[in-house]
DNA sequence: CTCATACTTAAACCAAGGTTGAAGTCAAGC
DNA sequence: GCTTGACTTCAACCTTGGTTTAAGTATGAG
């Protein structure tokens, strides 16, 4: 079981698989997206450190949260780079996700209730619905409600929280 | 404009495409997986009859809640047959999605809560945090509460709502 | 030193939901 | 009956989030 050893303070790409549940082409996968980063060995293996369990942990819990990789990285890059991140940094960056949650039970109950109120009409057609409606214009008549069913901004990266305190 | 008439009782795929508003190749997409049937010329030339619009928001609709092409094609397969469908027969099948969607902003708001609660004490490693539990065997301390990050069985489609009434 | 494992890379593959392009055919206006 | 635009098919390509496989290299126990 030397997989799961990690007793010193690097890790080999087999260990931090072990440790944290996910897969080594994942974490090299993650790494060549930027997403987390190594040391590598005069013999060109990864070594990573310590805090980057902690990394991996918040990827996968942002992922199971629906947002994209592409979003992690760039909030994981609100993390300081000069030191270990805290727990409040981690704190902090976590708050990014949840605007984008609300805003997307917003979105799901809205659309919900909007089915609700369709299902007793039976008027999922192009040219009544404010569920079904794609783009009013085509319909040409009348200035539809067309914001209804907004595209969600989820997943936008608005959130810079605080400028994060540098330095210890 | 020739493009947006539908004078008559069928449309060609770029008449459908412009009522819809959604493209061409989409149309050609969704009839090859089998969502959408056509009529051919002696040209080979695809005609759409009329009820395939209702049809295609009815598709665009159900992709908006997040269901997958796949699930939206079996649900469609309750429509009878051999007539055209109804309002009734439109709102019926609607209704599979309802619960589908309950269980969705269910699971978010789930997921919200317990960001909310992580957030607080800065919690989000491997072993300890309910959110970032990858499957706990790992972590190897004490039963965790596994099942409360649940994958949701979102779109299946068990919803068979009524034997669909035959005939007119 | 040797041998088994674990590591390295690149490239191919998967699913979904399409788009794009090439090469050829149909339909309609003049 | 010709020309133009809309149609046809097939195949390749795109994104996201990875996995799989092949060929080769490092590391560490004995």
Redesign the pocket.
């Known amino acids: 079981m030397?997989?799961l050893a990690w007793d010193a303070t690097e890790?080999?790409?087999?260990?931090?698989?072990a440790r944290s549940g996910?897969?080594?082409?994942?974490?090299?996968?993650?790494?060549?997206?930027g997403l987390i980063t190594?040391r590598?060995?005069?013999?060109?293996?990864?070594?990573y450190s310590r805090d980057t369990l902690r990394r991996v942990a918040f990827?996968?819990t942002s992922?199971k949260l629906g947002?994209?990789?592409?979003?992690?990285r760039e909030v994981l890059g609100l993390l300081p780079e000069d030191r270990t991140p805290t727990r409040e940094d981690w704190a902090r960056i976590s708050e990014c996700w949840r605007e984008d949650l609300d805003q997307r039970i917003r979105t799901l109950q809205r659309l919900r209730d909007n089915l609700t109120d369709c299902i007793g009409c039976g008027c999922l057609s192009i040219d009544r619905c404010r569920l079904s409606n794609p783009y009013d214009e085509l319909g040409s008549h009348g200035p539809g409600p067309r914001r209804l069913i907004e595209e969600d901004p989820a997943c936008a990266p608005e959130c810079v929280p605080d400028p994060v305190p540098a330095g210890g």
């Open positions: 030397t997989a890790a080999t790409v087999g260990e931090l698989a996910v897969a080594p082409s994942a974490l090299r996968f993650y790494e060549r997206e190594s590598r060995t005069t013999g060109n293996q990864r070594r990827i996968r992922q947002i994209p990789l592409a979003t992690i």
